[in-house]
């Protein structure tokens, strides 16, 4: 049966200081504190060093205040290194002082005794943990501190026998504040894992924000040679009843041995010669006396091996086949990925994948399984000018590629980074997938000068994605660059982080055409100007909030903007722009694709009372590009009217709602009774004599 070397620490001891031995034949291999006291010697410039063991080497430093104190904007860590005896127990006692790592709910300070024990705060959340192998236990009764009012400090004893790999015995206790204190009790002995290492304790801080601190006030480490006997073991490694690896050692008796997950064979015969281990965790056993009985047999197998087809087709070109073995890996991930550009270059046209919205698969294979993938590139998008999705050759300044990140990086020069070329005169949207936002911009420039369009960089705008900003070039413009912000007038900064760029041409002009009634409604997915559009006027609409509804003439409408049309019978182009200033208050709902609207919105017919904006009495569908009324414009009403004046179609300044029953001037004001004149009844005119 396998011993347990268990001591515990009296409690009574760990909360007067935990400065007691846990056994009297331990010996201190290191103790600091903030003043010398038996076995602690006091803090010193002298414990921090660039290098060497039994020194703390890192971001913190000795301060006469806090001991071993760290603090910053950014992440930090230092680490101290000491010599320790094989198959000893090691005791660690330790006040940890959490200081201040509030600020954001991501920060967090740690301490970490070898390579398997991790013990977190997060002050902000108050909330801690105990990490032990990977496996995390909560810490209970955390609390809050802010900045510079001292810290949760945290009294920590910790028990370790590196004989048989485990953490036996570890308690916390925290600072009593607002009548509670952090506390963690260790129930049982507990591995930690198959390869731990023994001698290191770090401290450190993890930021994401604000000016997280952390320090040590005190440390010792002692330690307690156990009286061992050795004794030989032999591990097998067999594929079937076929030995391929044998390991022969020597280790202390109790002592856990650990089979390879993975392994190389020895024997001869076997081509590929490289194994992982049937079972699913790696067999162990612990040393006995007699060495005959110290024998592991592994079963081991080849790794799973697939292969995975993608064939590539661009427009008419023949197909191209790439054939990858896939192998299964050392962890038995038996995994299988692809993925392809948005736009493949091919004759100096960009053609656009098929199937645009995965650009990518991956799955799992099964031993000797074949894959086959098909990408096609069967259409040419004629507005594509530039799309870089690829990995950049060694010794770039720049590296992204699909479903990844890259940035470019900081130039000592404007005219640096990803090299666009020359582009001919003409309307531009470029066009970013945003994969991390950093604070930072990508934009493009010609030459040295400042940015033409570039995204990111707004505080309120730091999110992830596909973003775009138009451009306008007045006539071919040579030596176009992609790149970072600005730093000062000559140089750039990093760029965000981002998986492609591109750039597209938007069209000079967009067609409408407008049918005999004289009226149409209008949406583009661009920025529209009219001023030179002889024999056409946009209108949008705006509302007082009670009947009236107003439609203004604009001359420049931004993206995505709903308005009416007013002209001659005909087809009309109108010139699209980079961006036009925003237009305020349009009840307008314009929609680029064909879209369901609920019953009673106002939609443009040519019906009983002539052309105007009818309320449908049930669902109806409005076309692509095109716009409504939503119903809130005039609650109750069935029709919206244009009001005619003279010589003109219509008067665009006032437009009524016109209910049953309702008498109207043609001025639009309302009217308990006629007298003489010409009045709207109903939707008609009626003339009172």
């Not at 950014?74 to 330790?94: C, E």
């Not at 022969?248 to 997950?261: M, P």
Request: aromatic content about 10%; proline content about 2%; hydrophobic content about 35%.
């Amino acid at each position: 049966m396998k011993k347990i070397f268990t001591k515990t620490l009296l409690l009574a001891a760990l909360l007067a200081g935990g400065v007691s031995s846990a056994w009297a034949d331990a010996e201190v291999i290191y103790g600091r504190a903030m003043t010398t006291d038996g076995d602690y010697t006091a803090w010193s410039a002298s414990d921090v060093a660039a290098s060497g063991t039994n020194v703390w080497i890192g971001n913190f430093a000795y301060n006469e205040t806090y001991g071993l104190y760290g603090t910053g904007n950014g992440s930090r860590q230092s680490v101290m290194t000491f010599n320790h005896a094989a198959n000893s127990f090691q005791t660690f006692d330790i006040v940890f002082d959490n200081l201040g790592n509030t600020g954001n709910t991501s920060n967090y300070s740690y301490l970490r005794i070898g390579s398997a024990i991790e013990i977190q705060s997060n002050q902000q959340n108050q909330t801690g943990a105990v990490i032990i192998n990977g496996v995390s236990n909560a810490i209970s009764d955390c609390n809050k501190k802010n900045y510079n009012r001292g810290g949760d400090k945290w009294t920590i004893h910790v028990e370790i026998n590196t004989l048989s790999k485990e953490v036996t015995a570890l308690t916390l206790v925290g600072t009593t504040m607002n009548g509670k204190s952090a506390h963690y009790t260790l129930t049982s002995a507990t591995s930690l894992g198959s390869t731990p290492t023994f001698n290191t304790v770090t401290i450190g801080t993890v930021r994401a924000g604000g000016t997280p601190s952390a320090a040590l006030t005190s440390i010792k480490i002692a330690e307690e040679a156990q009286a061992v006997t050795n004794v030989g073991y032999t591990v097998n490694y067999k594929l079937g009843e076929n030995l391929v690896k044998s390991v022969s050692g020597e280790d202390a008796v109790d002592a856990v041995i650990t089979a390879e997950t993975a392994i190389d064979g020895t024997e001869e015969g076997y081509v590929d010669n490289h194994y992982l281990i049937t079972a699913a965790d790696a067999p162990t056993m612990t040393l006995v006396a007699n060495a005959a009985s110290n024998v592991l047999e592994v079963s081991v197998r080849a790794p799973y091996t697939a292969t995975l087809n993608v064939t590539t087709t661009v427009g008419t070109n023949d197909p191209v086949l790439v054939s990858t073995p896939l192998v299964e890996t050392d962890a038995k991930v038996c995994a299988w990925t692809y993925v392809y550009p948005m736009y493949v270059l091919n004759g100096g046209k960009y053609y656009i994948a098929d199937n645009i919205s995965t650009f990518g698969e991956g799955g799992e294979f099964t031993d000797g399984q074949v894959i086959n993938k098909y990408v096609k590139y069967s259409n040419v998008d004629e507005s594509v000018v530039f799309f870089q999705e690829a990995e950049t050759s060694a010794g770039g300044n720049y590296s992204y590629s699909n479903g990844g990140k890259g940035v470019v990086g900081a130039q000592n020069k404007r005219d640096r980074g990803i090299s666009v070329g020359t582009l001919p005169a003409g309307v531009y949207s470029f066009v970013v997938n945003i994969v991390a936002a950093n604070r930072r911009s990508l934009g493009i420039r010609q030459s040295t000068n400042d940015f033409l369009a570039f995204v990111g960089t707004s505080n309120e705008d730091m999110t992830t994605g596909v973003k775009s900003a138009n451009f306008t070039l007045n006539e071919e413009t040579s030596s176009l660059f992609i790149n970072g912000a600005n730093s000062g007038t000559e140089k750039t900064n990093q760029s965000e982080d981002f998986d492609y760029v591109l750039i597209k041409k938007l069209p000079a002009t967009v067609s409408k055409s407008i049918t005999a009634a004289g009226y149409a409604t209008f949406c583009s997915e661009y920025a529209l100007d009219f001023t030179d559009v002889d024999g056409l006027t946009a209108y949008i609409a705006k509302t007082d909030g009670e009947k009236d509804i107003t439609f203004k003439p604009v001359t420049t409408i931004p993206a995505n903007t709903g308005v009416l049309l007013q002209g001659n019978k005909g087809d009309y182009n109108i010139p699209v722009i980079a961006s036009a200033d925003a237009v305020v208050g349009n009840v307008f709902v314009g929609v680029l694709t064909s879209t369901e609207v609920a019953a009673d919105n106002f939609v443009l017919m040519d019906g009983t009372n002539g052309v105007g904006f009818y309320s449908t009495p049930d669902a109806f569908t409005v076309g692509a590009n095109t716009a409504y009324l939503p119903a809130s414009v005039a609650s109750g009403r069935s029709f919206i009217w244009f009001e005619e004046s003279g010589t003109t179609a219509i008067q665009a300044p006032v437009v009524k709602n016109l209910n049953a029953g309702e008498i109207y001037t043609l001025g639009g004001q309302r009217v308990a009774k006629p007298t003489k004149g010409l009045y709207i009844m109903n939707g008609k005119k009626v003339v009172v004599k």
